[in-house]
């Protein structure tokens, strides 16, 4: 909440207080008469002149009708939509954890927060590109938390459904710091462009900054067409070094040699973060081996027995003893017979 109060009702609706300004209006938190606390969030879009209201509506209507088709997890729900006393409106879900440039804000993310909120926004992302949503604005300010830390991605607002819409065109619809080469320079989008912008706000995830900046949109779109990005490891050594080779691909200037989907991208970028610091190898000594102590202990003929012990030599002497004693009582007693014999 940022203090703004209102006191008016759009449609059924009652605004109570602003929330924030998005692309097209103001965000307000809401609710319907009766309901008890604010469970809504609505965005409210004044009509511009005549000469221009019939392609503002017509913009609005596409995302309105876009959002009110995709039902994920993690894309910010729409409720309903409507015109009102000069306004259009778009209800939609109330999230109030902030946006994820409040969290960029306060200096790069842990890495278990980016790898968390990037699962997240490529699913949703994923999820749209498969029923043929481009949604060509992704940044953070359009990445939304509920209260419990999970990720919505929000505004739709420039979204294309046919990727042929104003091909060739001479305006530039989305945001010049995460725009992608070919957005720059006015192509046909395919998911690959939103593969791009989510690159980008990986990056500014990692390092807390922008890995093109320019003191104009030009400027900024002209790094995107010309200049290399830079390896986020330089800016954030604690990341694993296979962290840069993910994001450079993601940021190619070809759309072809990015990831084939959001979630091939946060899965490769989920391995580098988390894979296991490879030792250095063991490298070879280059000194010569101490030969081997020489075997001092004589050798024991095979064919002789084992020596036998003390106690086993006593035992053997005792034994000779009593036997000698045996036959000297044998021989005594036969010389007493013969004697008696001859008397």
């Known amino acids: 909440m940022n203090g703004h109060q209102v006191a008016c009702t759009v449609g059924p609706y009652e605004l109570l207080d602003r929330l924030g300004s998005g692309g097209m209006g103001h965000v307000y938190r809401a609710r319907l008469p009766g309901e008890g606390p604010a469970a809504l969030a609505i965005k409210v879009v004044p009509l511009q002149s005549s000469a221009q209201r019939a392609a503002q509506r017509q913009r609005f209507l596409r995302e309105a009708q876009t959002a009110t088709r995709l039902r994920h997890p993690h ?58 949503v481009i949604h060509r604005d992704i940044k953070p300010q359009n990445i939304l938390f509920d209260r419990g830390g999970d990720a919505y991605l929000s505004d739709f607002g420039v979204a294309q459904h046919d990727p042929r819409v104003g091909a060739g065109g001479s305006s530039f619809i989305g945001t010049a710091a995460y725009a992608s080469p070919e957005q720059c320079r006015g192509e046909e989008l395919t998911s690959a462009s939103d593969l791009y912008a989510l690159g980008v706000v990986t990056f500014e995830m990692l390092t807390g900054t922008l890995p093109f900046q320019g003191m104009t949109a030009l400027a900024m779109m002209h790094q995107h067409l010309h200049q290399p990005p830079p390896d986020p490891c ?47 190898p063991l490298l070879p000594s280059k000194s010569v081996p101490a030969a081997p102590l020489a075997d001092t202990t004589p050798a024991r003929p095979a064919s002789l027995p084992p020596a036998p012990s003390p106690t086993a030599n006593r035992r053997q002497r005792r034994q000779k003893l009593m036997l000698s004693a045996a036959l000297a009582l044998l021989t005594l007693a036969t010389i007493a017979a013969l004697l008696l014999t001859l008397l």
Request: aromatic share 6%; charged share 15%; no cysteine.
């Open 75 to 132: 894309i910010l729900p729409v409720y309903d939509y409507g015109e009102s006393n000069g306004q259009l409106y778009l209800v939609m879900k109330l999230v109030e954890g902030g946006t994820l440039a409040d969290r960029i804000a306060q200096g790069p993310l842990p890495l278990g927060d980016v790898a968390a909120i990037l699962t997240q926004i490529a699913g949703a992302l994923d999820y749209a590109h498969a029923r043929g």
């Open 234 to 280: 330089t800016l954030r050594p604690d990341l694993p070094p296979a962290t840069g080779e993910v994001v450079q691909r993601v940021l190619a200037k070809r759309p072809s040699a990015r990831y084939r989907s959001a979630a091939s991208f946060s899965g490769a970028l989920s391995r580098a973060l988390y894979s296991p610091a490879t030792p250095a």
